[in-house]
């Protein structure tokens, strides 16, 4: 028996207030995700009065890179309780206060606490749920979103390096952390535009073609006379049986609506604390062995980038470049990354490309960039090359979570995002 139904179906925006979303999460970017580029430049001279050079920076970064990724699967059942704007809006300040606190800092612990800890939790709190948000509201535009909204990271790392020379000079050190907190403020506003997405949803109309093939109906007349649900099951057009509930049971022209509260009681299961816990962290997803591959893949190459964004001004600098061209390399790695981060999702949606797919040719694009860049000492060709690394670097940061989203649910997605993180930290 086959018939045509029409159902009326609520799906993302796909644009409209996401566009609102993306830049809010963008404003956000420039005034915290930038600043995790700046430690070096704001606590530089710091270090040196606690008799720390660069092994105290490597200690400090690599607490709040522990804290950022170790919270990931944490913050991802926080996003499932509360919202990704009420995630975001407590992550702005905490950023501001761990960067207020790091003022008062006397030696290494202090600033591994204040700003390891502390504004490592509030950026990682701000970058699972932003990614959260924007792919609530975008479906088809998905990789354009994410790369507009983390073109906000690229313009603040631009722009915070001049602000925060300019607010050491003016203020010194402990007034220029008290005045980058308050712009660090900036984001509570940013992350206010982040809405529900069920305030946005559009409704379409959608005609679905309904193979059903009664199999049975177990004691239908007596358990409508003892008002207990009956069962029905039906198999769809993938062929698979399922088993709907008949809220409503017509007999002899009566009809008796089942008692909401006795079905509830016969449906309800006592759940014990492991497994609440286990669906709240959704730790199903590690059941899929495609699943840990591609978070395995995803730290490795991230971890990879990181890495050696650390070791570049070293490399120019031991090839005998100045330090000013090395500066001019890294604006050049930063203006490809900005260009990358705009227009490289535009020619994935073009072509049709899965962001796995789109990992995979771009981390090849970057062990050959690498590969080649390794061998230069002139500067012409390291601008060329770094121009060509920012480009892929950009892709991989864009593509990263999109790739995880494609291999789970969408209710699946903070805690799917929040384990990616996690990986990232255990291959540190």
């Known amino acids: 028996m086959s018939k045509t139904k029409t159902i009326t179906k609520l799906v993302p925006p796909d644009g409209g207030w996401g566009w609102i979303v993306l830049f809010g999460s963008a404003v956000t970017n420039v005034f915290n995700q930038a600043m995790f580029s700046q430690f070096s ?24 890179l522990c804290v950022i990724n170790f919270g990931g699967p944490f913050v991802g059942v926080l996003v499932k309780l509360k919202s990704p704007r009420f995630v975001c809006v407590t992550g702005s300040l905490i950023c501001a206060t761990g960067i207020f606190l790091s003022s008062f800092s006397t030696n290494i612990v202090h600033l591994s606490l204040s700003y390891g800890v502390v504004f490592g939790v509030g950026l990682g709190f701000i970058q699972n749920a932003s990614f959260v948000a924007i792919n609530s509201y975008f479906k088809l535009k998905k990789s354009i979103a994410v790369g507009i909204a983390m073109t906000g990271t690229g313009i603040g790392q631009a722009l915070m390096p001049h602000v925060v020379e300019y607010s050491l000079d003016k203020f010194g050190f402990r007034g220029a952390c008290w005045f980058l907190s ?16 069920e305030w946005h949803m559009k409704k379409i109309k959608e005609m679905v073609v309904i193979e059903e093939e009664r199999i049975e109906i177990n004691k239908s007349q007596k358990d409508i006379k003892d008002d207990k649900p009956a069962i029905m099951f039906t198999k769809d057009r993938n062929n698979e049986c399922k088993s709907q509930l008949l809220e409503k049971i017509s007999v002899n022209g009566i009809s008796d609506d089942f008692k909401k509260g006795s079905l509830n009681e016969s449906t309800k299961l006592k759940k014990t604390a492991l497994e609440r816990i286990y669906e709240l962290f959704d730790i199903s997803l590690l059941s899929s062995p495609r699943f840990i591959n591609v978070i395995i893949g995803i730290g490795l190459t991230y971890i990879s980038i990181q890495n050696f ?17 090395t500066a001019t390399c890294m604006s050049a790695v930063a203006l490809a990354d ?44 390291l601008l060329v090359l770094s121009a060509l690394y ?31 993180r996690r990986a990232t930290h255990r291959k540190r």
């Not at 403020?185 to 982040?194: A, K, N, S």
Request: a positive charge.
């Open 390 to 420: 920012g480009i892929g670097r950009s892709m991989v940061i864009v593509a990263r979570n999109l790739t995880i989203t494609e291999h789970c649910r969408a209710d699946q997605v903070p805690s799917a995002v929040g384990l990616g």
């Open 309 to 325: 964004s650390m070791l570049f001004p070293f490399f120019l600098l031991n090839i005998g470049m100045s330090r000013n061209e």
């Open 338 to 381: 900005i260009f990358g981060r705009l227009i490289v999702p535009q020619v994935q949606v073009r072509l049709k490309l899965t962001a796995r797919l789109t990992l995979f040719l771009t981390s090849i694009w970057i062990i050959i960039t690498r590969q080649i860049l390794a061998y230069q000492t002139d500067l012409t060709s």
């Open 182 to 197: 308050a712009l660090c403020l900036h984001g509570v506003c940013g992350t206010m535009l982040m809405q529900p997405v």
């Open 41 to 64: 430049l704001l606590y530089g001279d710091k270090l040196k009065e606690m008799g720390h050079r660069t092994t105290g920076a490597a200690m400090v970064m690599s607490v709040m």
